[in-house]
């Protein structure tokens, strides 16, 4: 058993010194995205190398614990305290939970990616969808720790746009808004119009974002504390699926925010035509 774990061990610090290393070749430690085909073939090349050393950066860890630790309950089950297997057992949820979101967001981000993919555009009510996220949210938090709080006044808020991915942009900010909230929190969204486009602002007065990392928060892999993004199962996708649901759509995403004092998500959207 105590070889398991010493295996275990050596992966994870294999794994840690893989990712300081990819950190270490290139100036720019995460990339923002795959390569475009309007970027020198260098340049795509490099991108490309690195978005996979990241992504299987990424992988080894939860792979080499839910390895290492489910051979140790096959093997040692009959010796192993009830506590331990339990423990263990956690371990090996936690991490293939962990691996779950990686490859959904991998592929949310290659569908993205796929010019083939296509989305599938339609009139959107953008009131009905945030009132959507809003409520599913509510309904999934199963405590009174955030109050949510709407501000959306009546009128046409239709944009052309592919409905579920839509859906996924406010899913997501209500989602980063209640990790990173501080104890009893609050979250205002608010919709309004602004010349030929809509503007919704998500505020939270959660724990806010260092100034250093705002520019870089919406690039892939990107986390403001990796330790702790990685323990919560985050995988540091989610901004920039939401950039580029976005932008696929013709609007754009910025962010304000203060440590400690919370952040403002500002997300743009044509009005439909
Ligand atoms: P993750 O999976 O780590 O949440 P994201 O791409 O969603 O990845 O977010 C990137 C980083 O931006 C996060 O690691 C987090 O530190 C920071 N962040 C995102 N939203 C918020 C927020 N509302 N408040 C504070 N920090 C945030």
């Not at 774990?5 to 992966?11: D, G, R, T």
Request: proline share 4%; charged share 30%.
């Amino acid at each position: 058993m105590f070889l398991n774990i010493l295996i275990v061990l050596f992966s994870i610090s294999l794994a840690a010194l893989g990712g300081w290393w990819v950190g270490r070749r290139g100036q720019n430690r995460w990339p923002d995205s795959l390569p475009s085909p309007r970027l020198p073939r260098d340049e795509q090349e490099r991108k490309r190398r690195d978005f996979v050393a990241n992504v299987s950066h990424e992988l080894r860890t939860p792979v080499s614990i839910i390895k290492g630790f489910s051979e140790t309950l096959l093997q040692d089950f009959d010796t192993l305290k009830e506590g331990d297997q339990k423990k263990f057992l956690e371990k090996i949820q936690r991490n293939s939970g962990r691996l779950h979101s990686l490859v959904e967001d991998l592929l949310s981000l290659a569908r993205l990616d796929s010019p083939e993919s296509g989305f599938e555009k339609q009139h959107c009510d953008l009131k009905q969808l945030i009132e959507r996220a809003t409520d599913d949210f509510k309904s999934g938090m199963g405590e009174d720790s955030i109050t949510i709080n709407l501000k959306i006044p009546e009128g046409n808020f239709s944009v052309f746009g592919d409905e579920d991915r839509l859906l996924s942009i406010f899913q997501n900010l209500l989602e980063n808004a209640s990790v990173h909230a501080m104890g009893l929190s609050k979250i205002s969204i608010s919709l309004e119009k602004d010349g030929d486009s809509f503007v919704c602002k998500v505020e939270d007065d959660g724990q806010g974002i260092p100034e250093v990392d705002l520019p870089r928060v919406f690039e892939r892999f990107y986390r403001v504390d990796k330790g702790r993004s990685r323990q919560r199962g985050g995988t540091g996708l989610g901004l920039s699926i939401v950039r580029e649901v976005v932008e696929a759509h013709g609007g754009s995403i910025r962010v304000q925010s203060k440590q400690g004092a919370g952040s403002i998500f500002l997300v743009r959207l044509p009005s439909a035509p």
